[in-house]
């Protein structure tokens, strides 16, 4: 079985582009180029130097002693969250707007949740002198205030939306509007592995940097590049695409995809897409998507702004129907008591996205030898109002 797109830009049952007729020179403009763009030697060149000399690859596999003793196991935390902007979310961006100058784009517009994205895309566009507008939920605005002050530092014009959730959702749903009405100039900078063909295939080649370091990373640690168990929490899911790419076709490498329940799964304030969710279409593509018996998108909860989505990305929904990823859930409480664990035993302090990750550890059994990768995505500096205030710190 393929887990990767086919060339009509499908994963399995689930991707394609779902478009207004107005988007659709846009997104064929983007198909018909991104490949050809990025096996180009000097894209090659100029996107490799980005990412280590500005970006800070390859970000370190770190072994995490202390983690390891409590649980058992091998754990190894993949350190996205040293990259430049604190995320993995710079990968994407930096590929993308060197993809969207080839295309002759003046203009780029993005979508936040956690603010990470927006970040990034606001960075590389000041590195390269573009103008830039992100985006971004009324609700997250104020929940993540440090990385707002960061995008208009860095002179992007930051758009709250402030219809439905007023969070990720409807972020998206008004930087598409945007595109529509600004379809020649413009490049839509996709955050995540959603939205219409190539955007999920693309974003993932961007990302597919993590998992490629950590196996060769891995042969210089443990002699061999996989390991038993891959970890990853997922939204829309790219950081879990990019931490699982190279090991897609390893199936000797078991996947786990750690989703955000909220509340709890069942009380309707969860954003656990797998568990909840049916084949529907959300922003371009046919995904797994929280709707109701109508068909109405159903505001999704988390306390983490990056995990508040009501779908996933296509090529998720075909690892979870395909059984090739195992998908769970974690609740913000216990997200919350897992990053301040790693806080407190490893120095290091997560996004509360990368901590729904860590906290499915205590799920899990363990023999003793296992190598535990997992993707640590962000760094905590956006959360600790939050780890604060629940702690009382």
């Known amino acids: 079985m393929s887990y990767h797109v086919n060339e ?45 000399d500005y970006v800070g690859r390859p970000s370190p596999l770190y072994f995490a002693k202390r983690l390891s003793e409590k649980y058992g196991a091998n754990i190894y935390l993949k350190r996205e969250d040293l990259n430049h902007t604190g ?13 969207a100058q080839r295309l002759g784009k003046k203009r780029i517009i993005a979508e936040t949740g956690a603010g990470q994205h927006g970040v990034a895309t606001a960075t590389v566009c000041a590195l390269k002198g573009i103008e830039c507008v992100v985006y971004m939920g009324a609700v997250d605005i104020e929940r993540q205030a440090p990385n707002v002050a960061r995008m208009k530092m860095m002179g992007a014009t930051v758009i709250p939306a402030t219809s439905g ?14 595109w529509i009405n600004n379809p020649v100039d413009t490049h839509y900078i996709i955050g995540s592995v959603v939205g219409p063909h190539p955007y999920p295939d693309m974003v993932a080649r961007f990302q597919a940097i993590i998992s490629e370091e950590t196996r060769k990373q891995l042969t210089e640690k443990i002699g061999k590049p996989n390991p038993d168990y891959v970890m990853a929490c997922v939204g829309g899911g790219s950081n879990a695409i990019g931490m699982f790419y190279h090991f897609l076709d390893q199936e000797d490498v ?5 989703e955000a329940a909220g509340k709890g799964v069942h009380t309707g304030e969860s954003a656990a897409t797998t568990a909840l969710g ?11 998507v929280m709707q109701t018996e109508d068909g109405q998108v159903i505001e999704p909860y988390s306390i983490s702004a990056g995990l508040d989505y009501p779908g996933i990305g296509p090529q998720h929904a075909h690892l979870h129907t395909s059984a090739r990823a195992k998908y769970v859930s974690i609740t913000d409480e216990e997200s919350l008591e ?17 901590s729904h990750a860590l906290a ?21 500096d956006k959360d600790l109002a939050t780890y604060m205030k629940y702690f009382g710190l």
Do not use: W
Request: proline share 3%; with cysteine; charged share 25%.
């Open 278 to 288: 049916k084949e529907g279409v959300l922003h371009g593509s046919r995904s797994i």
């Open 165 to 178: 959730s007023q969070t990720l959702k409807d972020a998206t749903n008004e930087a598409l509007r945007d």
């Open 338 to 354: 897992a990053g301040l664990q790693l806080s407190r035993l490893e120095g290091i302090i997560p996004a509360i996205e990368s």
């Open 87 to 99: 995320a993995h979310k710079i990968n994407n961006t930096v590929g993308q707007i060197l993809l």
């Open 360 to 380: 499915y550890l205590e799920k899990m059994q363990f023999k003793g030898d296992e190598t535990v990768v997992v993707c640590l995505s962000g760094r905590g």
């Open 254 to 258: 078991k996947l786990i995809a750690v």
């Open 8 to 52: 009509k830009g499908y994963y399995g049952n689930f991707g394609g582009a779902y478009i207004p007729e107005m988007l659709y020179p846009n997104v064929e403009e983007l198909r018909d180029n991104y490949l050809k763009i990025m096996a180009e030697p000097a894209f090659q060149e100029e996107f490799q130097e980005l990412l280590r």
